[in-house]
């Protein structure tokens, strides 16, 4: 499985962006995929995830109400859209992959990740 991850950008507080996470291998339909975020000195922090099918979701309380997770297995591709924008959410942002089924929360439970992609919010 090899994950890709794009559209992070420099945006100002209260805007929106919306990341994609590129899927390839035979068996990336079955993956749960999860969104999480590094800020500088930081660990890596869960944000999102979403179940193989899409159907369920689940979301850290920081991001709760603002972004939202969504997968279209016909297209191979996970979606992080982040509405009002805040400078906290300034981070490299990775998405990772895990054949675990339930809320899968922390970094050991993925197996693969893609490079990430910086998000900068100005106040």
């Known amino acids: 499985v090899q994950l890709q991850a794009s559209g992070g950008g420099l945006v100002q507080a209260g805007d929106s962006l919306m990341l994609s996470c590129a899927l390839s291998?035979?068996?990336?339909?079955?993956?749960?995929i999860g969104w999480f975020r590094q800020a500088p000195g930081k660990e890596r922090d869960f944000v999102a995830a979403?179940?193989?099918?899409?159907?369920?979701?689940n979301y850290a309380d920081s991001v709760k109400g603002r972004f939202t997770i969504s997968r279209d297995n016909t297209k191979n591709e996970v979606y992080l859209q982040m509405n009002s924008l805040q400078p906290e959410d300034t981070a490299v942002y990775y998405c990772?992959?895990?054949?675990?089924?339930?809320?899968?929360?922390?970094?050991?439970?993925?197996?693969?990740w893609g490079p990430g992609t910086q998000v900068t919010v100005s106040s």
């Open positions: 291998g035979s068996t990336v339909s079955t993956y749960a």
């Open positions: 990772g992959a895990t054949p675990l089924p339930g809320k899968r929360t922390f970094k050991y439970e993925y197996d693969f």
């Open positions: 979403v179940n193989w099918s899409g159907s369920n979701s």
